[in-house]
């Protein structure tokens, strides 16, 4: 079917529905077990905070909300993920209708991100990434419509989504630097008033009881966050090697993104007008949070990791489009659409194939048989049913537990302390006399001291072939 001003916006409907049903089988069909960033979500979720040692709150949140609605169906969770990529390209296509008159170049905006990796192979794996997405794109609609309506309305839901995708991740700090220089140049230039301003009241409601977790957890998430760059171990190259390999990385990523935009113009040309106020705001929301990241690893001297990049590319289609709308063909469409059409099926087969073939990944591993084994052997041990137990371990063993497990125990991080005393965990999770027992789960566990009323070995076949240790504790 050939792309055209009237069926534009209905092959678009068509595109997200394919891509969500495609989305969804193709690792509900390959996959053993859910991937590890969402098997952490669910432990986390197990146990409701306004944050966690990694991350704050809003994945786990989300994972906690679908649980209840699916309980343990690992499709619900590629769905999650998939909501998250298809909320994400129908905002993607309202901006775009706010600057082309033509739904074709609306439609082109979004096809083109099928050349980027992060919105089709990496998006199955809900994690925090996947879930600023839609926060993010939310954020960029809403300040589009702030500044060009300057309407309250559109002022407080850029407050709200920013709030939340803050809450999704940290990273979200890089498009609010955008977000800030956009405003800031704009308010000198009296193209708005302070009533932008506005916008800071529902985000910082949404931010503050975080915040004040933050500052009862030692900021917690934030050391993490450095932990992960790697600050504190630079030396004087890694301001030179770290930003140029963050900066090749990015331009392998883009590779089929530029090859495909390169079928619908073979001429690059176009002229930039800096007083154009739709150009200012694609550059601020674009190059300006890539660029800060470029220099924070610049300056800083620290790794930036590819996939912490996922929402950052969300409008590089729009931007693209704009600058060179004028040179774009909209008769010569089959090359591109020959390039799309290859993308998006070979993409779903890549992802089938690496999950078939390969039998030593995280999606390998046999959660479900473990919990089915440790639930047996606690009826084996003890007479109570296996309700309202807290389960303490790392999030990866640990939390399948908590998920494949019907009875939805709570979780608690041991990844160093292994303390066997059920009192230690009774006051740091707030046990009550109605919780029952302690299961601890690992790799770590020598033994259970005085209170060990059953250790034993699992075989996962996978990690090495390591065994997970396992001991239980009845409280009764």
Not at 215 to 232: A, L, P, Q, S, V
């Amino acid at each position: 079917m050939a792309i055209n001003k009237k069926n534009a916006q209905n092959l678009f409907y068509i595109f997200l529905t394919i891509h969500l049903i495609i989305w969804i089988l193709i690792p509900t069909l390959t996959n053993n077990n859910l991937p590890l960033d969402t098997i952490e979500a669910l432990a986390w979720g197990s146990n409701l905070d306004w944050g966690f040692n990694k991350h704050p709150p809003m994945s786990a949140l989300l994972v906690e909300i679908f649980y209840q609605i699916f309980g343990a169906q690992d499709w619900a969770y590629y769905l999650l993920s998939q909501i998250c990529v298809i909320i994400s390209f129908f905002v993607v296509f309202k901006l775009a209708e706010e600057f082309f008159e033509n739904k074709v170049f609306c439609l082109l905006s979004v096809l083109l991100l099928e050349g980027i990796y992060f919105y089709n192979f990496t998006t199955p794996e809900f994690n925090v990434n996947v879930c600023l997405m839609p926060f993010w794109s939310l954020t960029v609609l809403y300040l589009w419509k702030g500044f060009k309506d300057n309407k309250i309305i559109d002022w407080l839901l850029l407050g709200l989504f920013a709030g939340l995708g803050f809450l999704s991740k940290y990273l979200f700090i890089y498009l609010g630097l955008g977000i800030d220089i956009f405003l800031i140049y704009m308010i000198y230039k009296k193209k708005i008033d302070f009533k932008c301003l506005v916008s800071l009241i529902p985000f910082l409601i949404v931010l503050l009881p975080h915040l004040i977790w933050l500052t009862e957890n030692n900021y917690i998430t934030i050391t993490y966050g450095f932990d992960r760059t790697g600050t504190g171990d630079q030396n004087f190259l890694d301001h030179i090697i770290h930003p140029l390999t963050f900066l090749g990385k990015q331009i392998g990523i883009l590779i089929p993104f530029f090859l495909m935009f390169l079928f619908l113009s073979n001429k690059l040309k176009s002229k930039f007008n800096i007083k154009d106020n739709k150009l200012l705001f694609l550059l601020a929301i674009n190059i300006v949070p890539i660029a800060s990241v470029f220099l924070t690893s610049m300056i800083m001297g620290v790794k930036i990791r590819t996939m912490w990049m996922t929402p950052f590319y969300l409008f590089f289609g729009v931007l693209l489009i704009y600058i060179f709308q004028s040179q774009i063909s909209l008769n010569k469409l089959k090359g591109f659409t020959a390039a799309f059409l290859i993308l998006f099926i070979f993409s779903p087969f890549a992802y089938a194939y690496v999950s078939i073939t390969k039998t030593d990944k995280r999606t390998d591993y046999p959660g479900k048989e473990i919990a089915n084994s440790v639930e047996t052997e606690w009826i084996k041990n003890f007479d109570n049913k296996i309700e309202n137990v807290i389960i303490v371990g790392n999030e990866w063993d640990g939390g399948n537990l908590v998920y494949h497990i019907k009875s939805r125990p709570k979780f608690a991080l041991a990844s160093e302390e292994w303390k066997m005393d059920p009192s230690f965990w009774m006051n740091l999770i707030g046990l009550s006399t109605e919780d029952i027992g302690l299961i601890f789960i690992g790799r770590n566990i020598k033994n259970c001291g005085e209170n060990i009323l059953s250790i034993y070995n699992v075989k996962t076949h996978l990690l090495k072939k390591k065994d997970l240790k396992v001991c239980m504790i009845s409280l009764e």
